[in-house]
């Protein structure tokens, strides 16, 4: 089968949906209560899910302690807030590379 066809139909079904948020978006005021609150829904689901991550691991993170993953995240936090003034991709990388060299 090729695959032009289907990356076609793809494309569309994805665009066939931003035309009208475009246009919906238009009269909407990002500072209103509505946007407020889907702002800290997606804040808690954030946290409730690295909560989680810490707490609960599963997968290969299940293997480490609650110390390691505790220091990781640590290091993560103090990358992102206070050496890098909220560079995201260094604290990941601080954290992911703390784990590790906690692991060897």
Excluded: H, K, Q
């Amino acid at each position: 089968m090729d695959i032009w066809p289907l990356l076609a139909i793809c494309g569309l079904a994805t665009y066939l949906w931003r035309g009208p948020g475009v246009l919906i978006s238009s009269g909407v005021t990002p500072d209103s209560g509505a946007f407020l609150w889907i702002s800290c829904v997606a804040y808690a689901i954030i946290a409730g899910l690295v909560s989680r991550m810490l707490v609960m691991p599963t997968g290969i993170l299940a293997e480490t302690t609650l110390a390691e993953r505790a220091v990781g995240s640590g290091a993560a936090l103090l990358v992102y807030f206070w050496l890098t003034r909220r560079n995201l991709f260094a604290g990941i990388f601080t954290g992911a590379l703390a784990l590790s060299v906690i692991r060897l």
